[in-house]
């Protein structure tokens, strides 16, 4: 009779299919993102194959600028047995709203930023305890 179970994985064979420093798949299973299939009598963790393509996703989904929070919503979704991908459409919408807003605050900045390089020769000659480029940046 032969055992059709695959065989599991140590944490550091899954570091190393997965590029994931053992570290951070220790901090994944805290978070719940991935659960280890059991433990050996002397605690070790002990994955089965399936948690790397899950790993992939969280690695991906971080790239397209997920959060943990919202990983972990979408694989809830997943593990009970329903496709996310509304709820992934959804965050991505927020996201783009968000990268809208921060690229506001990043085009104000850099007007900011491009004044005082213009500025910066008159404004050495201010008083200031430190740099008169920054102490009078808001004048």
């Known amino acids: 009779m032969s ?67 919202d990983i972990q919503d979408i694989l809830g979704i997943a593990d009970s047995g329903q496709r996310p991908c509304q709820n992934v459409r959804h965050k991505f919408q927020e996201k783009v709203v968000e990268i809208d807003d921060r690229i506001q605050q990043l085009q104000a900045l850099k007007q900011q930023l491009q004044v005082l390089i213009r500025e910066a020769d008159q404004r050495q000659k201010m008083d200031a305890d430190y740099c008169p480029i920054i102490e009078h940046a808001n004048e």
């Open 3 to 69: 055992n059709t179970q695959p065989e599991l994985l140590k944490i550091g064979q899954v570091s190393s299919q997965s590029q994931l420093p053992v570290k951070t798949i220790r901090f994944y299973e805290e978070r719940g993102l991935i659960q280890a299939a059991k433990r050996t009598s002397g605690g070790f963790r002990l994955f089965a194959p399936s948690v790397l393509p899950r790993l992939s996703f969280i690695r991906q989904s971080q790239a397209l600028g997920l959060s943990l929070n």
